[in-house]
């Protein structure tokens, strides 16, 4: 994976994330379970283990999300596309070092 597409896939799990944190702090049905948001953010971990420079390619953690969770992520993606909730860039996030 590219860094390009690693940082893609960071803003695209936190935005799904950010977007069930808002629709439950209004009323709304959650997307996530806790589980599955503990899920989400060990594939978030992984990700920066491999865009962190400071690790040797030993110390890179290797984590997906299961299909039935990923499945979960895009279906919040399309709701945010056809929504257009703005969302997070990871410029907003992130040290602008990696763009």
């Not at 049905?29 to 690790?55: A, H, K």
């Not at 299909?67 to 979960?72: F, G, L, N, Y």
């Amino acid at each position: 994976m590219s860094k390009t597409e690693t940082m893609q896939r960071l803003e695209d799990l936190h935005n799904a994330l950010a977007y069930c944190s808002e629709r439950q702090s209004i009323g709304k049905i959650y997307v996530f379970t806790t589980l599955e948001r503990v899920c989400i953010n060990q594939e978030r971990g992984s990700l920066m283990s491999m865009i962190n420079e400071d690790n040797f390619p030993h110390e890179v953690r290797n984590y997906k999300i299961p299909p039935s969770i990923e499945a979960k992520v895009k279906i919040s993606l399309e709701h945010i596309q056809a929504t257009s909730w703005g969302g997070f860039n990871q410029k907003q996030f992130t040290n602008d070092k990696y763009y």
